[in-house]
């Protein structure tokens, strides 16, 4: 059976919560995890909401019960929080040492099919049709482990549109980066388990400046989703030491070919220019 946290099965509902529904919703991803397990009057305190309402929240997620909702959150904080010497820990058995790359290889394809079950179509068509658009910058960034995929989308945006602009270093919140965005402004943020406590005050820096958030994370959702506009969630598990980035890669290598068939006139004059000098 396919794993949805909480966070995405919240996303999946989004349009269709009614408005108390999606003020619990807000509450919760406001405070992430840790509202959701207070007692259901805390939880509602928290929201601005009934306890009724939270209790017919959780329901409609789902749940068939507030502990059960509650021990989903527990498993999830768990999950998110592992280390890679816990992974390994508890790793399933892997293919034989003479398939090895084979098997990989092979779980690696069912991961791509996952992640396209996990995005909503028209969610990824929105992203790419706003990054098409060249009226206002996009800022790219990533954690430890995903900056290079930041870069990577830069480097071919660059050649696409103009406008492009990377978040460079660690922690990537001084001023002089940061001081021109914009309201209405796009972000492309990278950011899987163990999550970046950097990336999340830059998120927090973009959302008071009203910029429109891309999060590209894994399974579990990170924090950052709390201000993103829109979510782009991996399958990133292994069931071994390491999570595995290849798929996000393939991700912005589809944004990045959709991006280039949207704003082809853009986009080849750009590429003629520059193979021209």
């Not at 179509?121 to 900056?147: I, M």
């Not at 292994?238 to 986009?267: F, K, P, Q």
């Amino acid at each position: 059976m396919e794993r949805r946290t909480v966070a995405a099965r919240i996303h999946d509902l989004d349009a269709e919560l009614t408005s108390a529904g999606r003020r619990a919703a807000h509450g919760l991803l406001g405070n992430y995890p840790l509202l959701g397990l207070a007692p259901v009057a805390e939880f509602a305190a928290g929201a601005g909401v009934s306890a009724a309402t939270i209790v017919r929240f959780v329901a409609q997620l789902g749940f068939r019960s507030y502990p059960d909702f509650q021990r989903a959150l527990r498993e999830e904080l768990e999950e998110r929080s592992k280390s890679p010497l816990q992974r390994a820990a508890t790793q399933a058995a892997g293919p034989s040492e003479t398939s090895f790359l084979s098997g990989f290889l092979a779980q690696s394809a069912r991961r791509l099919d996952e992640t396209a079950a996990l995005i909503s179509p028209g969610e990824f068509e929105t992203v790419c049709r706003r990054l098409a658009e060249t009226k206002r910058t996009c800022y790219l960034a990533g954690g430890r482990f995903t900056d290079f995929l930041a870069g990577y989308l830069e480097a071919h945006l660059r050649l696409i549109r103009p406008g492009i602009r990377r978040l460079d270093g660690r922690p990537a919140t001084s001023a002089d980066q940061l001081i021109d965005v914009k309201a209405g402004d796009l972000a492309v943020l990278f950011d899987v388990r163990r999550y970046d406590p950097a990336m999340l005050e830059v998120a927090r820096t973009l959302s008071r400046r009203k910029a429109h958030i891309v999060l590209i994370t894994d399974e579990w959702l990170s924090p950052i989703a709390r201000h993103a506009r829109y979510c782009l969630p991996c399958r990133t598990e292994t069931g071994r030491t390491w999570d595995a980035n290849a798929v996000l890669l393939a991700l912005a290598e589809a944004i990045i070919a959709r991006v280039t068939e949207l704003n082809w006139s853009t986009a080849s004059e750009r590429i003629g220019a520059l193979e021209g000098d």
